[in-house]
């Protein structure tokens, strides 16, 4: 049995609820290291089986186009977020990876991503090897309050940060966070909402100054 994609959040849950022996359980988003993920329960014996694939997207002319406007485009054509995978932007266009049963459709539907001119086909490479890009910046935090860390990785002020995460703007490994004072951790991944989303690496170590260094990796 199959589920539809999962969060990292979703994914951890379901390997806390069912302990390894007990059942087998796996977890395959198209490609190694994808976030978003399909889990199987009982024998798999190749990737293959799993109820999904890969779409290419390609943009007509020279566009520069966001993660956001892929999947916002996606969505548009009145498809629930679980029935899709990881997007990967590159250079011509983007892969979609989604579950086999709305492939065909989004094929034949989807045309058009911010007024500009796509086109849908299959994947038909070789398997997919993929690496996430971001953008890389650094900085340094006095703690690693969420509030705080939230100021470093949109450049917004702490008092706006606070502001944002207090509206429910701000979500913390997939969960709405609930409090300014939030400790954020070495690979948490963090959104927020209109801004964008960030993996957060610290080694938590200080600076000279006592503040700790953070790597802020802003998904493209």
């Not at 049995?1 to 359980?25: C, D, Y």
């Amino acid at each position: 049995m199959f589920t539809k994609f999962l969060t990292p959040l979703e994914a951890r849950e379901i390997s806390s609820r069912f302990p390894k022996g007990e059942v087998n359980i796996a977890f395959f988003g198209g490609y190694d290291g994808a976030e978003r993920t399909v889990a199987s329960f009982g024998e798999v014996f190749s990737e293959t089986e799993y109820p999904l694939c890969c779409l290419e997207i390609r943009v007509k002319g020279k566009h520069s186009l966001s993660h956001r406007d892929f999947l916002g485009s996606a969505i548009s054509l009145g498809l629930k977020r679980e029935l899709l995978g990881d997007i990967i932007v590159c250079e011509e266009g983007a892969l979609l990876f989604c579950l086999d049963e709305i492939a065909d459709y989004i094929a034949d539907n989807l045309t058009k991503i911010a007024n500009t001119g796509v086109s849908v086909r299959h994947y038909e490479g070789e398997a997919v090897k993929l690496s996430r890009n971001y953008v890389r910046t650094s900085s340094t935090v006095s703690s690693l309050r969420l509030d705080a860390v939230v100021s470093a990785a949109t450049s917004k002020s702490r008092a706006t940060s606070a502001e944002m995460i207090q509206r429910g703007l701000v979500s913390h490994n997939y969960k709405e966070a609930i409090s300014v004072s939030m400790n954020v951790k070495d690979g948490d991944i963090i959104t927020v909402r209109g801004i964008g989303k960030y993996l957060i690496n610290t080694d938590e170590k200080l600076t000279r100054k006592g503040r700790i260094h953070i790597d802020i990796n802003k998904y493209a």
